[in-house]
Structure formats: C-alpha cells, structure tokens
C-alpha cells in the first residue's frame, strides 16, 4: 500500500480516559475557537464572492445598456459567458487533493492565507485583463483563481477538524461554511449595485478583491493552526478541545491510507451524495441572474436583489438549524448518524422539489419564482449539519484530504452544470428550456441523497488511525452510542472498556 506523510496528529486518549476527564464548557462564552470560526467564515465568505462575482457582473459587462453605458462593453455571446463562469472550475478540481496534502505537511493556516491573498490579487486584474488582452485572459485570472480555491475546502475541514469540539460541530462548521452563503448575498446585492452606479462593473473586481487582500492579511496574523499552537488561549479552553475530540497532538507522523480511503463504501456514499449537491447548488448559483433577467424580465440592480434574497434566507436559517441538530444529537434526541442525515435529506430533497416547481413558472410570476428559489436555496443549508461535516465524523485525522477527494469529483459536476444548461437552454427566454434543467438538477440531487442514507454512515473508520493496528479495539468498533453516552456517564462504570485502547 502506497502511502504519504500527512499530519502530527494522532488519537491517544483512550473512551475510558475520555470519559473521565470533565468535558464542562470552558468559562469564558466566547472563546478562541470562537474567533478561530469567525475568521475562518469572513475567508471563506471572501472566497465566494470571489466565485460568484461574475455572475452578475458578466451581465453588466455585456449589457451596458442596462447598468451603466458608460462604461465598456463587451459582445460575448451566451457561450463564452459560460465558459467564463466554468473556467474557475478548471482550476479548482486539479488542487484539491494536492491542497489537502499541502495543508497537512506545510500548515492549513499558512495555504488559506495564501489562497485568499492570490484570489483577491487575479481579481483586480479582471477590468485591466478585459479590456485589454480579451475574454480568454479573463478565463486565465479564473483558473488561476480556482487553482488556489481549491485548497480551501481541505484547509477549512483540516482546521475544523482540531478547532470544532465534537458537540459544537455542527455550529461551528455550519457557522464558517454558511460564511459562503453570506458572501453571495452580499456580492450579489453590490455587484447589481455597483454596476449600475457611477463606479460601473470594474469597481466589483475591485472592491472584492481588495477585501479578500485584506482578510488573507488578517487571518496570516490572527488566525492559529491549532488550539496547541495559539499562544494565549486559556487552558480550560485548550483541554475542553481537546478531550471533547479525543486526541492530543504529538510528534508521531501518520501516513495518509489513500487504497483504504478509496475502497471505503461510505467514503463512496459521501461522495456521490456531495456530487449531487454541487450539481444543484451551482446550477442555481450561476444561472440564477440569467434565469431572473430572461425569464422574469428584471433590470440588472434588482436581479442582484434577487438572486441574493435566496441567500440571505439561507445563512438566517443556518443558526436555528444548526444549534437545533447539534441540541438533538447532546440530548441523545437524534443519533449522530441519524442527524447527518435527515438534515442532508432537507438539504437536498426539499431543493429537488423546488426546482420541479420552479419549471412551472411563467413570466410575471416574479413572486412565485423568488418564493420557490428561496426554498430551494434556504433548504439547501441543512447540508452543513449532513454531509458537508461527514469527513470528520468518518475520520478526523484525515478529514482534509477525505474533502480533497470528494470535492474533486463533486466539482466536476460543478463545471458540467452550467455547460450543460448551456447546451440545453438555447433560447434563455423559453420556460419549457429551464424546465428541462431544473428537473434534471432534481433528479440528480434526489439520487444522491438516496445513496447517502442507504450506504453513508458516521462511524469513525478503521483506517483514521493507521498506527492503531493490532490493538483490541479498532475506530468502527465503538459504536455511537458507546461515545453518545460516554458524556452522561463520566465517572460510572466504565473500567470493562479498557484504559489502554485508543479512541
């Protein structure tokens, strides 16, 4: 078996010992896992601004007329418009287990700051590269983009991984990944602003990519590695991480167990339930703005409106969601199997239904349609409490590359979605064209989450730990309830457990 250096950290505290050492909350409310989390969500809103600015911005490029005619104007047609909005993708497939390995061996802190700061960089170069060098080298500042942005998912999930205590999980991660869904909204409603002001399209590249500069600065100087390496984090808080994950980091190096991953059913039931979702999400996401202009027949400011408000609605249920599954799971309410889910069935079958609907509307029914995207998109949350936290549950030492491989795949389909609505929507204005992709993209969010709940589970693999060989008890021995109930049993009788084996 072919393996390769991956990570220091290793699990080393046994269930029993896990089970006796206080897990109470540390006494400050708001920690340094907290701040971790926040700047980790104001870079990951900056990435997708990054991604989405030129889905409304490419309408203003090519229609003045309707944003500001004072500014250039370009005669791309739909196709080289879709090859714009694909090419990020080109670049963000290829890095993503390559991201994941780097993030490991050089640090996650160190590539998500990098990534940040090149996105903002190839972004202000956007207005100077169109004007002057043509579509094709906006393309290039796109791949280049996505070439960096594709280590962001395996540095956010390796972060999260060592930053998120197990009962905040949901939180946390739902809290730094809906950081995304706050970013659409916010660059969706400026990019439709400030195209049609006196500023014109140029200033979206501008504005967001200056901000993205900013943010990589300030997360190279505040954000931390890991709870170990923050150098004024209190002690309560350090070993409330650290028990709450049942590791502790050490100088052992663990291979990464790529044949084991790859041959692994739940692995494989991530994945196809993952490339669903970035089918639909990116559907929605990039054809949205043409789907409010053509079919709706909305100006260029309020189509950014519009396509933010669905968004918006997200990120507001994001918290009750979120805090809701994560009380379930604490209070033994739900198994962690059983939330991940039923919150991945909300985030993808709830969707799937929309879009059915949404190929029955006709032009004028502006409300019906923005009340039917909303839920699409607004539903589409529960995936931050289902599968989108499945690699750390499968695998926290590996959770980062465990994301590389998923996401590869997953966004393949991202870079098909928006070619393939190309090719299907030949005449943007015709509702009966729309309603062939809308229940396409259902169709595929549908069977993915059907694979998710007959063959996904949450058991922690026997692989994440591959120096645990030949001990008593291996990773998917323990049962969730054995660890469910470990919290509310501290202390009882826990001594048939074993002090000596490794959770």
């Keep these: 078996m072919t393996h390769s250096h991956a990570t220091k950290r290793v699990s080393i505290i046994s269930i029993s010992e896990r089970m006796q050492i206080p897990t109470s909350k ?16 104001l870079g990951f809103l900056c990435c997708y601004a990054i991604r989405v600015t030129t889905s409304v911005t490419l309408e203003a490029m090519t229609n003045a007329k309707d944003a500001n005619p004072d500014f250039i ?33 050089w640090g996650a802190h160190k590539m998500f700051t990098l990534a940040q700061f090149v996105c903002g960089l190839v972004t202000l170069a956007i207005p100077v590269l169109a004007q002057y060098c043509g579509w094709e080298a906006v393309c290039v500042s796109r791949v280049i983009a996505g070439l960096f942005q594709g280590t962001i998912l395996p540095c956010l999930h390796t972060l999260l991984s060592k930053w998120a205590p197990t009962e905040e999980r949901g939180r946390i991660s739902s809290f730094v990944y809906t950081g995304g869904w706050i970013g659409n909204v916010i660059c969706l409603s400026s990019t439709g602003l400030l195209s049609g002001s006196i500023f014109g399209w140029p200033s979206c590249f501008y504005l967001w990519g200056g901000i993205t500069i900013a943010s990589s600065i300030l997360f190279f100087y505040a954000g931390k590695e890991s709870p170990n390496e923050h150098p004024t984090i209190p002690q309560d808080e350090k070993e409330y991480i650290e028990t709450s994950l049942g590791i502790m980091e050490t100088e052992e190096k663990l291979r990464t167990p790529w044949i084991a991953i790859l041959t692994s059913v739940p692995m494989w039931a991530l994945l196809a339930t993952q490339s669903g979702h970035n089918w639909g999400f990116w559907m929605l996401l990039t054809k949205i703005p043409s789907y409010i202009g053509s079919v709706l027949k909305t ?38 199997e059983a939330s991940r889910k039923i919150c991945n069935t909300i985030g993808q079958w709830i969707p799937a239904m929309a ?14 349609a923005m009340l039917l995207l909303t839920i699409a998109v607004s539903s589409n949350v529960g995936v931050y409490c289902g599968h989108n936290v499945n690699h750390m549950d499968l695998s926290p030492n590996f959770a980062g590359p465990l994301m590389g491989i998923t996401n590869t795949v997953a966004n393949i389909f991202s870079i098909l979605a ?35 709940i007959l063959f996904g589970t949450s058991k922690i693999q026997p692989w994440n730990d591959p120096t645990d060989k030949g001990k008593d008890i291996t990773m998917n021995s323990v049962t969730e309830s054995t660890v469910e109930n470990g919290y509310e049993q501290k202390g009882k009788n826990i001594e048939n457990i074993g002090t000596n084996k490794t959770l």
């Excluded at 396409?440 to 694979?451: E, R, T």
Aim: glycine content about 6%.
């Design 26 to 41: 540390p006494k400050a409310r708001f920690g340094c896992r907290h701040m971790q989390g926040l700047l980790m969500a």
């Design 355 to 368: 879009l059915i609907g949404l190929g029955y509307v006709n032009e004028g029914q502006v409300f019906t």
């Design 73 to 105: 104007e370009f005669p791309w047609d739909h196709t080289i418009k879709d090859i714009i909005q694909s090419s990020f993708f080109w670049g963000y497939v290829c890095t993503q287990v390559i991201g994941s390995i780097v993030a490991q061996r």
């Design 299 to 336: 100006n260029i400011m309020r189509n950014g409106a519009l396509s933010a408000l669905p968004y918006f609605t997200a990120w507001l249920l994001s918290f009750p969601v979120s805090y809701v599954s994560d009380l379930l799971i604490k209070r033994n309410i739900w198994t962690i």
């Design 418 to 452: 928006p070619l393939v609505a190309s090719v299907i929507v030949h005449d943007s204005t015709s509702v009966t064209e729309w309603r062939s992709i809308f229940f396409l993209s259902a169709i595929i969010c549908f069977v993915g989450n059907l694979i998710f």
